[in-house]
């Protein structure tokens, strides 16, 4: 990776998960990562602590971007973008998954003429109505050298029509993140310890997706089903900003008073409380693919995925209402003989060497 000069892989990013996602492979290109953080994510738990517990060199930030709306995301971020490639210009651009950050750097690529690599190509939820699923088919037409985390992504792209010779099977990086960050056993027994909790004796909620947040109706109905699920277990729900916003407009906070509510977490304590939690419940990406990898349950609330491979053993698709806890409760009385099956399963999502694939496809492209 010591061939590529200094700075010269522009790799633009916003977001939590795209943080996590990408950290090996800047580790792994050393001095010629530049990473652009576009400050979706601005909140010091969602973004600078990321930065700082991920060990990634400081970034660049643009500005007017954060808690904006997604048009002026995006159009203020590629502006910036242009500026910074025009007087910087790298060797090639990253981007990872289907955010609005990942969009702005694949446009800024593209108006430049830079070769851009798209890591997590061809996820596709078929549902128009999500944001990330337009970010994703965009990004995927613009890229030059597509990274697909499995064999289903290829086929979508190829499905598509996107020639094969643009499309590399990599695996998704997040599988080296979960490897890389879990916490040792008796660090993870301490933060239990600390919070009160019993390995697989409690549950892990996250939901921010706007389907489950800015619908009351449907917050209201998903968090409903997690206060009766806390009448049998502790239920632990990280909120994100955007749900807390939406809890307190909508005139809801009193379903939380039975919950487990924390700030957002860390990533190495989230691994921790995933690991060893009896369920998880999320609307996450990237929680569905990292349960793979530790070998848990979940329980997925929306109203479509984007990441099939999940849901052969690990995951059930459900909408907020009963059909969750009715769920929750299947999963749960699965106990430890369907833990112990999940934990023998190999992840869909790869072995923990993708970020090494793109790294040495990268080297190539830059030259
Ligand atoms: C974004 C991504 C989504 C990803 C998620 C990861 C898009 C279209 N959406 O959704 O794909 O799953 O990030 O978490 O790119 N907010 C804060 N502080 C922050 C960040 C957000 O208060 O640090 C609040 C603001 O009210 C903001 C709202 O959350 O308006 C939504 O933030 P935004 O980044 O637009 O979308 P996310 O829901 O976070
Ligand atoms: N995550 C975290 N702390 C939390 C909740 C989530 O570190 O409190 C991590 C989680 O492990 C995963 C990523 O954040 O790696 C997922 O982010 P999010 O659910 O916000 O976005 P998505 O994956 O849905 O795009």
Redesign the pocket.
Known sequence: MSALPPRSIALVLGT??EL?KLTELITLLGPAAHVVHTGQHYDEEMSGRFVSELGIPEPTYLTGIGGRPRAVQISAALEQLDALFAEQPPLAVVVQGDTNAALAGALAANARGLPLVHVEAGLRSHDRAMPEEHNRVLIDRLADVLCAATPENRDNLVAEGVATDRIEITGNTVVEAVHGRLPDSGVRAELLSSLGLEEDGYVLA?V?RPENTDDPEALEAVLTELAALARDLPVVV?L?PRTRDRIEAAGLTGLLAGLRVTR????RD??ALARHAALLVSD????QE?VTVLGRPLVVVRNSTERPEAMADFAVLVRPGPELGAAARARLRGGAAERDRLAALPSPFGDGTASRRIATLLTAHAA
């Open positions: 939590r998960p996590v996250t921010h990280p994100h957002p977490l860390g990533y989230f691994l996450s990406g990237g929680v990292e």
